[in-house]
């Protein structure tokens, strides 16, 4: 019988994409009914690395991603707000909780799959309820991963009887470390562990593949999964480069530790198979399962180690932001209203120092186009926020209190500054977008634009500077420096408008090249307004 390779390739590729498109769509949904709170999950619960394993468990199967995690927690161990001790703990909880996938399609319902995607798409196109459309992409995505699953293994059946492949799965059987390479290999490609493990449950349930030649492919797919992880941490910072090698380290070490035991590891798989009366899908479900649990339990006391070996291989200070307030205490507040104001102050202050960071990276992504200043600068705007609400709940703890007139003044002032440097976050995120917009569409600015750019950059760093001092200090004189430079800035916007408008009269820049300088100038003209709104606060003109 001659074989449609056409068809084949056709029908498996197209059964991949529908098994792919449904785990991505199923893990969205799911990530939105949970109230996309991940973060604030993964903030609160890691306290310890056994407490890690666990919420890298659930936040796994909730986003049926474990790179999706990963990438959740190198952004908090950048921010501050995880140490990579307790990112290692909840790296080794996503290995685990990508398994669930694997029993998910263990259970094979593929008969049902149809009328489940069913079921979903009606409640998705016809109810209205947000929650109940996302439990129908939930539903959906669940019969998806049937449906992809049913035809990549119908697709796959002909191959039983092709001699190049019964060859191929007999040196596998023979040479464990090329079903390793595969799986590392073919896991790399499609981007997803689940999907290279759901494929492999196919093949093991076609008989394309026996039982030891398909384990050190699931081996090799748990260290391709982290490749994904290393390309995502390449030019990134020293924290995220440290938890990729970490995910690198324990998927490696783990494969090698089961290629040296894969003769009892297979026995142990054919037993609890007798046992429990297994599918051939939920065999190398359980297989997979047990390999990343036993992998976790032998090197979970390895952690302090691994953290030990990353911080000498992966050498360099961290650059943190810390989302976290330092300096406001509680305990404060009752018993000293004032010293308690004197705290959020200090907050206010550190929050300030984030604005003219972010500045400075603005301007440096603008001269330079460089990511890593872009990410910064998000990740700044990100603490702003956060510091923003804490330092807003904990001065309004204060204001129930009694407080001296005097200390009412300054709580006001303190109020007003806080939202003035929260709009000076948004301001340069702003930027940061159109700049984002300008890489995009290739739009060029001339150089004497940039140049404007520079000079007015130049001086918005140094005015938002400057009223952080006066604050700082309550220093009139640098007050009234600010509004000066403030009345600069003004001048400097109205000043550039008309220059630009002369250029584009006379052809020298694009529409889009238009847009994008008007509207950096008009965002760095509103950040000077927020900084004299600060040093308004501080002589006491403010209405």
Sequence with gaps: MEMNWQELLFTFFGGLGIFLFSIKYMGDALQKAAGDKLRDILDRFTTNPFMGVLVGIVVTILIQSSSGTTVIVVGLVSAGFMTLRQAIGVI????????????????DVGAYA???????????????????????????????????METMS????????????????????????LGVAAGTIFTFIVQSSSGTIAILQGLYAENLVTLDAALPVLFGDNIGTTVTAVLAALGTSIAA???????????VIGSIIFLILLVPFTAYVEWITGVLDLEAKMQIAFAHGTFNIANTLIQFPLIGAWAYLVTKVIPGDEVLVEFKPKHLDLNFIEQSPSIALGQAKEEVLRMGKYSVQGLEETYEYLKTKSKKHAEMGYQLEDAINNL????????????AESISAADSTRHTMLMETVRDIERIGDHFENIIELIDYQEANKVKLTGEAMEDLDEMFTLTIATVSKSLDA????SHELAREVAEQEDLIDKMERKF????ILRLNEGACSAQAGIV?????????????????????ILGNRT
């Excluded at 080794?92 to 259970?107: D, E, K, P, Q, S």
């Excluded at 480069?241 to 998927?251: D, E, I, K, M, Y």
Aim: aromatic letters at 10%; zero cysteines; glycine letters at 10%.
């Design 114 to 148: 149809l009328p489940i995607m069913a079921v979903g798409a009606f409640l998705i196109f016809f109810i209205k309820k947000n929650q109940i459309q996302n439990i129908g992409q939930v539903i959906f995505g669940f019969g998806g991963l049937f449906f992809g």
């Design 92 to 107: 080794m909880g996503a290995n685990i909780g990508t398994t669930v996938t694997a029993f998910i399609i263990g259970l």
């Design 517 to 537: 300088f008007v509207d950096i100038v008009s965002n760095l003209e509103r950040i000077g307004d927020h900084s004299v709104n600060i040093a308004e606060a």
């Design 471 to 474: 604050l700082d200090t309550t």
């Design 241 to 251: 480069r440290r938890a990729a090698a970490v995910h690198v380290l324990f998927n």
């Design 497 to 500: 408008r008309k220059k630009h």
């Design 388 to 399: 923003d609400g804490k330092i807003t709940d904990y001065l309004v703890l204060i204001s």
């Design 154 to 177: 119908g697709a796959m059946k002909p191959l039983r009887e092709l001699p190049a492949f019964i060859d191929m799965t007999v040196n596998l059987s023979e040479f464990p470390i």
